[in-house]
């Protein structure tokens, strides 16, 4: 816009009525909120772009699409934006996004998110799946050290299905009858024995299903003897912090008054997400960590 033609422009402001400057200015949130979000998602790439379908970084620049920054690659002649490939691909509403995060750190529900951020329940529904399938599989590869472990569980839900795979429990069931991932062996060696190194310390509960696991992966174990009313094993190997941390799960997902077993995953991965970060959580940090790009993110803030 030329300037003198913004000079008059922002004289019809003061003609404007009340309701109109209010459109106006939530007009301009959402470009400002639309612009930041798209700084941000071009950034993810480090200045580094490279093709999603061969990993190329020969690229044209390829026009914008959605405002994004589309590239063309000049080895398989493919186009792709930032967003390509991410679970964020296609959402509409970008303006909107960080709105939506901060309403998933404050831990709110599929309704209360879309009310907040005035969106329809179907989107916040999406959007919250979409945001999540990153962070779901984001988890911890490979621990050393003292490693505390623990099992704990969730009443199997179909909330949300149509028809129950079994007869509708009556209310306050017990969990020890609806076991999700079992605990023998063999079910929790599977998850636990590729995370341990062989240096590890394991601290349990002396559930025999860990010895037997801590034998066959030849790793040292302490189980602390719960039951005799034991608490720590020479004041150093203890299941203190697995323990807490199970206590504030239940709580945070206490909340979401019963989850559909089949989303289980996406909401523990939501909650470690918002547990390891703490108050130093962002919604910046979310949708990145929504994008898989948590790490240039850290680089981001250490420069
Ligand atoms: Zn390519």
Redesign the pocket.
């Known amino acids: 816009m030329k300037t003198m033609d913004f000079k008059v422009w922002m004289k019809s402001i003061d003609r404007m009525s009340r309701s109109q400057r209010d459109k106006l200015r939530e007009q301009l949130e959402g470009k400002v909120g639309a612009d930041t979000v798209v700084t941000l998602i071009e950034q993810s790439l480090n200045g580094e772009p490279a093709?999603p379908?061969?990993m190329?970084a020969k690229l044209y620049r390829w026009g914008k699409v959605c405002e994004l920054q589309r590239y063309r690659?000049r080895?398989?002649n493919?186009t792709f934006n930032a967003l390509t490939n991410t679970p964020l691909a296609r959402l509409r509403h970008k303006d909107k996004w960080l709105n939506y995060e901060q309403t998933m750190i404050q831990g709110l529900s599929l309704r209360k998110s879309a009310n907040s951020c005035g969106i329809a329940k179907n989107t916040s529904f999406k959007w919250r799946h979409r945001f999540l399938r990153m962070p779901e599989i984001q988890q911890s590869n490979q621990m050393s050290g003292i490693v505390e472990a623990d099992e704990t569980y969730f009443l199997e839900s179909f909330k949300g299905q149509r028809h129950l795979p079994r007869p509708s429990r009556k209310r306050g069931g017990k969990a020890a009858n609806c076991i999700l991932h079992g605990t023998s062996a063999e079910q929790i060696g599977s998850v636990l024995t590729p995370l341990l190194n062989m240096d590890v310390i394991l601290c349990t509960d002396g559930m025999p299903a860990y010895k037997q696991i801590a034998k066959h992966a030849r790793i040292v174990h302490r189980p602390v003897n719960i039951s005799a009313g034991q608490r720590v094993i020479n004041n150093i190997y203890h299941i203190q912090n697995v323990n807490a941390y199970d206590s504030r799960l239940k709580q945070w997902i206490a909340k979401f008054h019963g989850v559909a077993t089949r989303y289980l995953g996406s909401y523990l991965g939501w909650h470690r997400m918002i547990d390891r970060l703490g108050r130093n959580i962002t919604p910046t940090f979310c949708s990145l960590s929504a994008l898989g790009k948590t790490r240039q993110f850290q680089q981001l803030i250490a420069t």
């Open positions: 093709c379908y061969c190329s690659c080895q398989c493919r």
